[in-house]
């Protein structure tokens, strides 16, 4: 079984889904009793996609992690 790798990073915790998606959670909502899982992170060409919980079918795109990360921290 391959392990995957879990990290913090700008107050979110990423877990690598595979070698090209990430999952982001924030653990101050699983604090609060909230789901902690806030969206996913995919890497494309040259871009990453971001797709947030609770905006079905929305997709952002950014030209870096860190930026794509950004957007998931609000």
């Known amino acids: 079984m391959k392990t995957h790798a879990r990290f913090l990073r700008q107050g979110l915790e990423v877990t690598e889904i595979s070698n090209r998606e990430w999952r982001v959670s924030d653990t101050r909502f699983a604090e609060l ?19 947030q919980i609770g905006r079905p079918g929305q997709r952002t795109y950014f030209r870096s992690f860190d930026a794509a990360l950004d957007a998931l921290r609000s």
């Open 33 to 51: 009793g909230a789901p902690d899982v806030v969206g996913f992170i995919l890497q494309l060409e040259g871009m990453f996609e971001v797709t």
